[in-house]
């Protein structure tokens, strides 16, 4: 009985000091803002994904988000006959710089990304925005691995990793840790198999990221599709020549202190073939970054 009357008395106190008039009235307030703040939140998606929509048109490239394989797409996916890939807003997977493997046939079957020389616990960065799509372990192939879709259409996958950072479906950005080096998988000597696949459709890394300069080779890339028209090849094996005729083109990004002589010796060609193929003079100023076509 006492109890029940000091709970009573305690309550009734509690109620007092609790709802004093600034008390009401944020209670007056509280409903109010519970709705608001649920308007507000559903907005915010639907415009996040109206964003995402029109800022990462490559996302709706894709026929479906799966965790399960790294070519998930068959026959299902519509490549398209020419795809730009914005290459800006990039990181390098790793600081290491030395290829110790390139893209191509190799041992008589398709080697699909490039080799770089990396650490036991060196850092592995996501090269570009994105959504992690796997974080898989393959004995016998890929080891500890992730892939991750990016927002300009390419999806990146990181192999023999001795430890993966990221959980599948997280999003990241452009140089966030993402796993750490390894040698997992079929795997001899500690690596980073690197590989950048567009619609599944594996491209050499090296046309889009210099390794030895830390750098892209350009600000953006051009996908073409096999048997495309707008690919000058005869033969159906297409995505080697289409590469083959990219990689005969040479870009040269300038840096400080850069001069077209300098340039011109460098991709032994002239000065005025350079000014020819990039429409400028020997007078124009050129500015660090910009990217010189030199082929
Ligand atoms: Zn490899």
Redesign the pocket.
Known sequence: MIFKFIKATLLATFTLVSVGVSGQDLLARQAPIDRKLKAVDSLALIRQIKAEKAAYPAYSLYPNWSNERVHAFGSAVEIPDSFRIDLRGFSMPTNQTKIT?NFGPRWRRM?????IKVYIGDTIRAAFDGRIRMVKYERRGYGKYVVIRHENGIETVY??LSKQLVGEDEYVKAGEPIGLGGNTGR?TGS?L??ETRFLGQAINPAYMFDFENQDIVADSYVFYRRGSRLTPTTSGNSIMMADADRASIKYHKVRRGDTLAVIAKKNSTSIDALCKLNRITRRTTLRPGQILRCS
């Open positions: 493997s080697h699909n990304g490039i080799d192999g023999h795997s690596h198999h690197f």
